[in-house]
């Protein structure tokens, strides 16, 4: 099955005009690390827990997720206050889907039973997954899969849920195992968002990236594979739309509100690219760009001056009550 799945791979490659006797190609085609036999014969690992590290919007809402398929998640943080947000976040959604009759109260019980909230990365020891959701540093990101490498037990997969970071570089932290290492992309807000964008880094095994794929399913979502670019392919395309449309309202072409309301109404976008810049943060956005910008080396990807502007101000959207628009706490 794994074969089956990097060979589709290779095949989108080929179909999109990339040599196959180049880098990208030879990777999913058992170049580097599957040189040896990697066509997964042994059946599947199930996953019966899941650690979780990063208690954000974005970590917490992936441990929901999981709790609600059947697995046992670790919530680790090292923040107290942030633990307790993501505890109180889990009970609240909870709370709100029995409410509408989408799951009993029993159910709904033993789902928040299975989240357990801890503050150290030792707490994810003999789990068989874990994903990290912290802040976007590649140096906290490497150091935090080292410590899990300690810790997790050898079948674990150790992913990343990095918006733009290089998965391939973050593997070297660890190694030999760097084949364990995949990137497992979700979108806010994790419960509603279908998608699970997996990266595969060169050294990711087919197995790894196989079983991603599964894990995906099994939590209901809908797992999409994209190359170890900068910005994957979501934030290669998003982040440019809404730098645009800062530019838009930089240059007066119109006012944000109007802005957002033809990028509705015009391209049926749930919500308008001003309004998605605030819910995801203008910092996250203004860093992803600045991402983009340095790995692709493109000027295109510089961040717009009035999105720099709003960032170095505090404006950061909802998460500081005022970004593009006003977010009145209450
Ligand atoms: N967690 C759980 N449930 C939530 C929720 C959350 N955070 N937010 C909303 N909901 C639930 C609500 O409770 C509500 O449930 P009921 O139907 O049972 O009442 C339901 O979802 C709909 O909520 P709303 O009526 O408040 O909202 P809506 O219909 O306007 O939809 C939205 C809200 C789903 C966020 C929608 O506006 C949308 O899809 N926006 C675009 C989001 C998007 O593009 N996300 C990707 C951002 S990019 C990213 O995440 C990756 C990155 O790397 C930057």
Redesign the pocket.
């Known amino acids: 099955m794994g074969a089956r799945c990097a060979s589709t791979l290779v095949d989108r490659i080929r179909a999109a005009g990339v040599p196959p006797e180049s880098a990208v190609a030879a990777a999913f085609e058992g170049g580097a690390h599957r040189g040896r036999s990697d066509t997964i014969a042994r059946p599947m690992t199930k996953v019966n827990s899941l650690a979780v590290l990063g208690a954000g919007t974005?970590g917490s809402?992936i441990a929901l997720v999981a709790a609600q398929s059947g697995i046992r998640a670790v919530q680790i943080d090292p923040a107290r206050a942030q633990l307790e947000r993501a505890r109180g976040?889990h009970a609240k959604?909870m709370a709100?889907?029995v409410e509408?009759g989408?799951c009993s109260a029993a159910d709904a019980e033993q789902t928040l039973a299975r989240i357990t909230y801890k503050d150290a990365v030792a707490d994810a020891s003999g789990c068989d997954w874990a994903v990290e959701a912290v802040i976007e540093n590649g140096d906290i990101k490497k150091q935090l899969l080292k410590e899990l490498q300690g810790v997790l037990p050898a079948h674990a997969v150790m992913a990343s849920n990095t918006?733009?970071i290089s998965i391939t570089d973050m593997a070297t932290a660890v190694g030999a195992d760097a084949h364990r290492v995949i990137g497992m992309?979700?979108?806010?807000?994790?419960?509603?968002?279908k998608l699970v964008e997996v990266i595969n880094g060169l050294a990711t095994s087919a197995e790894t990236t196989e079983r991603t794929m599964e894990l995906a399913k099994v939590m209901g979502k809908t797992p999409v594979a994209a190359n170890d670019r900068a910005g994957f392919v979501?934030?290669r395309v998003?982040m440019p739309l809404i730098n645009e449309a800062f530019y838009a309202w930089m240059e007066g072409v119109a006012k944000p509100a109007d802005i957002d309301e033809i990028m509705k109404l015009g391209c049926n976008f749930?919500?308008g690219p001003l309004r998605?810049a605030d819910?995801?943060g203008l910092d996250?956005c203004h860093d992803?760009m600045m991402v983009l910008h340095r790995e692709l080396g493109d000027p295109k990807f510089f961040p717009c001056p009035l999105l720099r502007q709003l960032v170095r101000s505090g404006r950061l959207g909802d998460k500081s009550g005022r970004g593009v628009f006003d977010y009145p706490k209450g």
Do not use: E, Q, W
């Open positions: 974005m809402g976040y959604t709100r889907a509408k989408k918006s733009s992309h979700f979108f806010n807000p994790v419960p509603l968002m979501s934030n998003l749930p919500m998605l819910f995801i996250v992803i």
